[in-house]
């Protein structure tokens, strides 16, 4: 039973996985038996994650590279896989976000956004895929967000960012589903981590969302390495193209903030 | 009116239109030039309904039948077909609601819900479609569904249901009659203040949390369905079928919430 979900001798890499949601994708893939290639821009932060990791046993290792950097993110690709002479999994986790007003945001925000969020993915996917196709055999994970479904005022360069993964993510499925590569998303709603700090802050937040989620809390990062591990597995083989949403019931159902 | 939504030589029969939302729609029909025939049970108020549309100037005939059963359905639909000669718009809009824990819930409930929103909406269709077939004109099925066609709502579990149903059900008209230039599509309301949410909007801060998730800050207001129903019943949307429009101010599209003050 549980070998369906070994993902021994399998080669994966796993962006933004010094902290959040990667840290724990990247530990649930490692757990599952692949060795993962951690990847974030600060590296003295991902050497901190990747020990953590390390002193548990499992096969970590690194490779910082800044995601806005199209020819970094192509060669840490091209190196990884040349390297193992194989690249199996790919989860692109790393994003960042931006709220601003519409009339007062910026083109450079804008331009910032789409470039980590999607022009970043597509550069992976691209590379990643050369790899793939030839073993026939690949498993991309595009990590959405509940606002890959539905929308929110004041991010708007972050919705539009995270709709556009939701369609390359489908186009992907199409393309290299006759390879044996499949492509989905992981879309996660209202989790506790860093990235959210700011808006956690804010008074009432926390339960302004909380009375929103028919499971009544938000999200624990370990909650999100389980989902991503069987996305990735031999367990998931013909799922291809799917948007996975992960929220607690957020986007799927009508809660009031009231008892009624 | 521009011709393209004009509904005029058109005759369009609505379930539930002997109040609320109905009532309006069926006058929007009738003042989009529709002959208009109102389907509900309480005979007394649809000839009110017919009085207003009369008063105006429009046309209306009353069929008085409750839509539990299925050969009121069928006998009357033929009759009042058959008398003026063509049926070319069908709204399935008469709904029922009730609110149970599902743990207290029964199966009666459940089958009565089902059979208001879902199964006389299937024989409706299946009655209005042979006479739009016949004509070899086209046809128009409009269902009404809900937001919670596509979300869950606690407490509504034979609700959602039904609402779910009923696009299931309009798909598989729009894939089955397509080439008869019959459409079907579903129109999902959102929150309208009307005479099925009275026991809602009476509950203290109840219309304020429903505001407060919606990214226009109000309920809908009845009329401003009548557009929307006008359009999909004319020849304005001659190409399209199988689809949900959703009227709901933006809450299924969007996570909106007030933080509390």
Redesign the interface.
């Known amino acids: 039973m549980t070998e369906r979900f070994s993902l021994k001798g399998l080669v994966a890499v796993v962006t933004g996985a010094s902290r959040g949601l990667g840290y724990e994708m990247a530990r649930a893939v490692a757990e599952s038996g692949a060795r993962v290639y951690m990847t974030a821009r600060g590296k003295d932060q991902l050497e901190q994650a990747a020990s953590t990791l390390l002193n548990e046993g499992l096969d970590v290792r690194i490779c910082p590279f800044d995601l806005s950097d199209g020819d970094q993110c192509v060669e840490a690709v091209r190196r990884i896989g040349e390297t193992e002479g194989r690249l199996d999994i790919l989860v692109n986790n790393a994003g960042i976000n931006a709220w601003e007003p519409l009339a007062e945001a910026t083109t450079s925000t804008w331009d910032r956004v789409i470039d980590t969020n999607v022009r970043a993915p597509y550069l992976l996917c691209r590379e990643a895929s050369r790899f793939m196709i030839p073993k026939g055999f690949g498993r991309i994970v595009n990590v959405g967000s509940?606002?890959a479904v539905?929308?929110?005022?004041k991010v708007t360069a972050y919705v539009s960012s995270k709709h556009g993964l939701a369609g390359m993510t489908r186009a992907l499925a199409a393309e290299l589903g006759p390879h044996g590569v499949t492509c989905n998303m992981m879309a996660p709603g209202y989790f506790l981590t860093e990235i959210n700090t700011t808006i956690l802050a804010?008074?009432?937040?926390e339960?302004?969302?909380s009375?929103?989620i028919?499971l009544g809390r938000w999200g624990s990062p370990e909650e999100a390495g389980g989902v991503v591990a069987f996305m990735v597995s031999k367990a998931s083989s013909y799922m291809n193209g799917h948007i996975l949403v992960v929220d607690g019931?957020?986007?799927?159902?009508?809660?009031?903030?009231?008892d009624? | 009116m521009l011709e393209l939504f004009s509904l005029k030589q058109k005759v369009a029969v609505i379930t539930g239109a002997s109040r609320g939302l109905g009532r309006t729609m069926a006058k929007g029909l009738a003042a989009a030039g529709a002959q208009v025939v109102l389907v509900a049970r309480d005979e007394a108020k649809l000839n009110e309904t017919r009085d207003d549309i009369l008063a105006e100037g429009g046309q209306a005939s009353v069929l008085a039948l409750d839509l539990a059963d299925e050969e009121a359905i069928r006998t009357g639909i033929r009759r009042i077909g058959g008398e003026l000669g063509r049926i070319d718009i069908c709204v399935n809009n008469a709904g029922v609601i009730n609110w149970q824990p599902v743990l207290e819930s029964d199966v009666e409930d459940f089958e009565r819900i089902m059979d208001t929103n879902v199964k006389a909406a299937f024989v409706m269709s299946q009655e209005c479609a042979a006479f739009m077939r016949a004509g070899s004109r086209g046809g128009r099925i409009v269902n009404i569904g809900s937001?919670?066609s596509t979300?869950?709502?606690?407490k509504l579990h034979a609700y959602c249901a039904s609402k779910s149903a009923i696009v299931g059900l309009t798909r598989s008209l729009a894939a089955e009659l397509g080439r008869e230039n019959i459409t079907a599509n579903v129109i999902a309301p959102g929150y309208f203040i009307s005479d099925i949410n009275a026991s809602?909007t009476s509950?203290p801060?109840?219309i304020e949390?429903?505001s407060?998730?919606t990214?226009m800050e109000r309920w809908g207001r009845a009329e401003e369905l009548v557009g929307t129903l006008i359009y999909l019943a004319s020849d304005a949307s001659s190409f399209v079928t199988g689809q949900v429009i959703h009227v709901d101010g933006?809450?299924q599209?969007?996570?909106?919430?007030?933080?509390?003050a």
Do not use: D, M, N
Not at chain 1, 150 to 153: D, S
Not at chain 1, 202 to 205: I, M
Not at chain 1, 249 to 258: H, M, R, S
Not at chain 2, 151 to 154: D, N, S, V
């Open positions: 509940a606002l539905t929308g929110r005022e804010r008074p009432g937040y339960k302004g969302v009375s929103r028919p019931g957020l986007t799927e159902t009508f809660v009031l903030p009231i009624a | 937001i919670l979300l869950g709502r606690a809602l509950r801060g109840y949390a429903v407060g998730v990214p933006g809450i599209a969007t996570f909106t919430f007030q933080l509390a």
